[in-house]
Nanobody, 126 residues
Framework: QVQLVESGGGLVQAGGSLRLSCTVS????????MGWFRQAPGKEREFVAG????????SYADSAKGRFTISRDNAKNTVYLQMNSLKSEDTAVYYC???????????????????WGQGTQVTVSS
């Protein structure tokens, strides 16, 4: 059974940083592509960042470019999201997701992901 466990969320002041982690168990981590999504209250879930199977390709939402960095450590079965210069509009529940589909590419469509974590709350105070 595949499990994704996120951690690293919390309360931070605007301009601060957080690093989210997502550890995957149950399948070979190096054979998956990963993504981070977020959902703010009253809004739909949106793509934040994605990474292919070996970290050679990444993609970011416009809102994340220049501030967030996605990375992975296949030896630790973990994907990270480093978030800097946080803004109040970054407040949301952040989810990681995994897919075995076309793992050489990055996926921005949530429908292409097969398993999701439980989410971790990020709150940015202004």
């Amino acid at each position: 059974q595949v499990q994704l466990v996120e951690s690293g969320g919390g309360l931070v002041q605007a301009g601060g940083s957080l690093r989210l982690s997502c550890t995957v168990s149950g399948r070979t981590f190096s054979s998956v592509a990963m993504g981070w999504f977020r959902q703010a209250p009253g809004k739909e879930r949106e793509f934040v960042a994605g990474i292919n199977w070996n970290g050679g390709r990444t993609s970011y939402a416009d809102s994340a470019k220049g501030r967030f960095t996605i990375s992975r450590d296949n030896a630790k079965n973990t994907v990270y999201l480093q978030m800097n210069s946080l803004k109040s509009e970054d407040t949301a529940v952040y989810y990681c997701a995994v897919t075995w589909y076309s793992i050489r590419n990055v996926h921005v469509d949530s429908n292409e992901y097969e398993y999701w974590g439980q989410g971790t709350q990020v709150t940015v105070s202004s």
